[in-house]
Protein backbone atom coordinates (compact mmCIF):
# COMPACT_ATOMS: atom_id res chain seq x y z
CA UNK A 1 0.00 0.00 0.00
CA UNK A 2 1.59 3.24 -1.13
CA UNK A 3 1.68 5.95 1.96
CA UNK A 4 0.66 9.31 1.57
CA UNK A 5 2.89 11.51 -0.06
CA UNK A 6 2.87 14.33 3.19
CA UNK A 7 4.18 17.89 2.71
CA UNK A 8 5.55 19.76 6.32
CA UNK A 9 3.06 23.04 6.26
CA UNK A 10 3.59 24.28 10.25
CA UNK A 11 7.34 23.19 10.83
CA UNK A 12 7.64 25.12 14.26
CA UNK A 13 5.06 22.31 15.26
CA UNK A 14 7.70 20.08 15.21
CA UNK A 15 10.23 22.00 16.88
CA UNK A 16 8.59 23.36 19.72
CA UNK A 17 7.44 19.27 20.48
CA UNK A 18 9.99 17.36 19.54
CA UNK A 19 11.77 16.49 23.22
CA UNK A 20 8.75 18.22 25.15
CA UNK A 21 7.12 16.99 28.03
CA UNK A 22 3.82 18.54 28.50
CA UNK A 23 3.04 19.68 32.12
CA UNK A 24 -0.72 19.79 31.34
CA UNK A 25 -4.27 18.10 30.59
CA UNK A 26 -4.12 14.65 30.40
CA UNK A 27 -0.53 14.54 28.39
CA UNK A 28 0.74 15.87 31.33
CA UNK A 29 -0.84 13.89 33.91
CA UNK A 30 0.55 10.52 32.02
CA UNK A 31 3.90 12.75 31.72
CA UNK A 32 3.45 12.27 27.75
CA UNK A 33 7.15 13.09 25.98
CA UNK A 34 7.41 13.61 22.22
CA UNK A 35 10.33 11.44 21.14
CA UNK A 36 10.19 11.72 17.12
CA UNK A 37 8.12 14.11 15.07
CA UNK A 38 8.53 13.80 11.15
CA UNK A 39 5.57 14.65 8.14
CA UNK A 40 3.41 11.78 8.78
CA UNK A 41 5.09 10.02 12.09
CA UNK A 42 4.97 10.79 15.98
CA UNK A 43 6.83 8.61 18.27
CA UNK A 44 5.36 9.71 21.69
CA UNK A 45 5.82 8.06 25.57
CA UNK A 46 5.16 8.24 29.53
CA UNK A 47 6.65 5.96 32.13
CA UNK A 48 4.30 3.63 34.38
CA UNK A 49 3.77 5.36 37.61
CA UNK A 50 2.39 4.00 40.76
CA UNK A 51 -0.80 6.51 39.99
CA UNK A 52 -1.89 4.74 36.32
CA UNK A 53 -1.73 1.61 38.20
CA UNK A 54 -5.18 0.06 39.30
CA UNK A 55 -5.43 -2.29 42.05
CA UNK A 56 -5.15 -5.23 40.66
CA UNK A 57 -1.65 -3.99 39.51
CA UNK A 58 -2.36 -3.40 35.66
CA UNK A 59 -2.42 -0.19 34.34
CA UNK A 60 -6.12 1.06 33.83
CA UNK A 61 -6.58 1.12 29.81
CA UNK A 62 -8.15 4.32 29.55
CA UNK A 63 -4.30 5.72 30.33
CA UNK A 64 -3.50 3.58 26.52
CA UNK A 65 -6.45 5.28 25.31
CA UNK A 66 -5.40 8.64 26.49
CA UNK A 67 -2.37 8.22 24.66
CA UNK A 68 -3.89 6.15 21.49
CA UNK A 69 -6.36 9.87 21.08
CA UNK A 70 -3.49 12.35 21.92
CA UNK A 71 -1.42 10.82 19.33
CA UNK A 72 -3.98 10.27 16.85
CA UNK A 73 -4.85 14.23 16.75
CA UNK A 74 -1.26 15.42 17.56
CA UNK A 75 0.09 13.35 14.12
CA UNK A 76 -1.41 15.77 11.68
CA UNK A 77 -0.32 19.27 12.84
CA UNK A 78 2.90 19.38 11.06
CA UNK A 79 1.03 18.42 8.05
CA UNK A 80 -2.09 20.60 7.89
CA UNK A 81 -1.44 25.26 7.28
CA UNK A 82 -0.75 26.56 10.02
CA UNK A 83 -3.79 27.62 12.61
CA UNK A 84 -5.76 24.76 11.49
CA UNK A 85 -7.10 22.40 13.71
CA UNK A 86 -7.79 18.69 14.06
CA UNK A 87 -10.16 16.44 16.18
CA UNK A 88 -10.83 12.57 17.03
CA UNK A 89 -13.82 11.82 15.35
CA UNK A 90 -13.52 8.49 16.63
CA UNK A 91 -11.46 5.50 17.51
CA UNK A 92 -10.73 1.87 18.35
CA UNK A 93 -8.55 0.28 20.29
CA UNK A 94 -7.23 -3.14 20.49
CA UNK A 95 -5.81 -4.26 24.32
CA UNK A 96 -3.25 -6.88 23.31
CA UNK A 97 -1.40 -7.04 26.57
CA UNK A 98 -1.74 -5.73 30.15
CA UNK A 99 0.79 -3.26 30.93
CA UNK A 100 2.26 -2.76 34.96
CA UNK A 101 5.61 -0.84 34.85
CA UNK A 102 8.41 0.15 32.39
CA UNK A 103 7.46 2.57 29.80
CA UNK A 104 4.79 3.24 27.27
CA UNK A 105 5.66 4.02 23.45
CA UNK A 106 3.24 5.17 20.65
CA UNK A 107 3.89 5.08 16.97
CA UNK A 108 1.27 7.51 15.38
CA UNK A 109 1.70 7.15 11.52
CA UNK A 110 -1.11 8.57 9.13
CA UNK A 111 -2.25 6.06 6.80
CA UNK A 112 -4.51 8.31 4.63
CA UNK A 113 -5.38 12.39 4.72
CA UNK A 114 -7.72 14.98 2.96
CA UNK A 115 -8.25 18.32 3.47
CA UNK A 116 -11.12 17.77 5.53
CA UNK A 117 -10.25 14.41 7.58
CA UNK A 118 -7.39 12.03 8.32
CA UNK A 119 -6.98 8.30 9.67
CA UNK A 120 -4.58 7.05 11.63
CA UNK A 121 -2.97 3.95 13.48
CA UNK A 122 -1.09 4.04 16.66
CA UNK A 123 0.77 0.98 17.94
CA UNK A 124 1.36 0.82 21.50
CA UNK A 125 4.60 -0.74 22.62
CA UNK A 126 5.60 -1.60 26.71
CA UNK A 127 9.30 -2.60 27.18
CA UNK A 128 9.27 -4.15 23.60
CA UNK A 129 6.11 -5.67 23.59
CA UNK A 130 3.27 -4.87 21.32
CA UNK A 131 0.54 -4.09 23.84
CA UNK A 132 -2.23 -2.07 21.81
CA UNK A 133 -3.19 -1.10 18.31
CA UNK A 134 -5.13 1.60 18.07
CA UNK A 135 -7.22 3.33 14.61
CA UNK A 136 -8.60 6.51 14.28
CA UNK A 137 -10.47 9.03 11.94
CA UNK A 138 -9.74 12.92 12.80
CA UNK A 139 -11.64 15.51 11.56
CA UNK A 140 -9.56 18.13 10.19
CA UNK A 141 -10.78 22.35 10.35
CA UNK A 142 -8.50 24.00 8.07
CA UNK A 143 -7.10 27.66 9.26
CA UNK A 144 -9.68 29.62 6.52
CA UNK A 145 -12.29 27.78 7.72
CA UNK A 146 -12.01 28.86 10.96
CA UNK A 147 -14.26 31.72 12.66
CA UNK A 148 -13.77 32.84 16.35
CA UNK A 149 -16.51 34.17 18.17
CA UNK A 150 -14.77 34.96 21.06
Known sequence: MA???????NPSFI?????YTSQSGIDGYLGVRVVEFTAGRLVAEFEVVDDHVTFIGNMHGGC????????????????????SWAATTEFKVNYLRP??????????????????????????????????????????????????TG
Open 3 to 9: EPKLEVL
Open 15 to 19: EHLEG
Open 64 to 83: LAALCDHCLGVVLYPVMPPG
Open 99 to 148: VSGGACRATAEIVSMTKRSAVVTVRVENDDRLVAVAQGTCTVKLAEERTD
